[in-house]
């Protein structure tokens, strides 16, 4: 299956500032990534789903411009969480969809904790 | 809305006995159904995936079953170990790979020696 990579693997930053979480398809070329956001003892949830070149759609209720997707090239998608807080603090895992399977491979996540 | 609900929450077994986990899921319409395994502070490592023309998969101690119809899959576990100690995930996807995941509750499993 596809290798799948998140950095940084943990992070922790103060109230109001932003962070950066980085998605990539090592071995595929990845027309689609998906970021989820899983707090404790909780399922994933979808927050958005990202294609290569365009604008990522979100889901209901997750504000686009607190979360700031790019998805600017095959093997790279981003997530930007602006002026964190720390209702924010969560696990966040992207996936990516490869064309032609019927399955989303996973990076390993990152764990945001924000003070 | 999908709404997938997995039956239980938590369970814990001693080593070597045979477990079901259970998921269900509101609308039939799905395209496959897939279970996932998620350690502690850890990715997703996918088990088994479904079609929904399928009705079961199998993989080492691992067995799939799919009921479309009634809205239900069960994940059959052989000869439980410690190893598999986890958390337990059934995702349903409504169309191909393109198409978002939604994602059950979970069950949280601990096999003790």
């Known amino acids: 299956g596809a290798v799948v990579s998140q950095h940084p693997s943990r992070v922790i930053c103060k109230s109001g500032t932003s962070v950066k979480i980085e998605c990539r398809s090592l071995?595929?070329?990845?027309?689609?990534m998906f970021w989820y956001r899983q707090f404790p003892k909780q399922s994933l949830m979808l927050m958005a789903t990202s294609n290569e070149g365009s604008k990522a759609t979100y889901e209901q209720g997750v504000e686009k411009d607190k979360f700031l997707i790019n998805h600017a090239s095959l093997t790279l998608s981003t997530l930007t969480v602006t002026s964190a807080h720390p209702e924010d603090s969560s696990f966040y895992i992207c996936?990516?969809?490869?064309?032609?399977?019927?399955?989303?491979?996973f990076g390993p996540g990152t764990r945001l904790t924000v003070l | 809305k999908q709404e997938v609900t997995q039956i239980p929450a938590a369970l814990s077994v001693p080593e070597g006995e045979n477990l079901v986990l259970n998921c269900s899921f509101t609308d039939s319409a799905i395209y496959n159904l897939q279970w996932f395994r998620q350690d502690p502070g850890k990715g997703l490592t996918s088990l088994l995936l479904?079609?929904?023309?399928?009705r079961e998969q199998t993989s080492g101690r691992l067995n799939a079953s799919l009921d479309k119809s009634s809205g239900r899959s069960t994940l059959y576990i052989a000869a439980s170990q410690p190893g598999d100690s986890a958390t337990y995930l059934c995702a349903v996807r409504r169309g191909g790979t393109a198409s978002k995941l939604t994602f059950g509750t979970g069950t949280r499993l601990q096999v003790t020696l």
């Open positions: 996936s990516v969809g490869i064309t032609g399977t019927d399955t989303q491979y």
């Open positions: 479904i079609q929904s023309s399928q």
């Open positions: 071995d595929f070329q990845a027309t689609t």
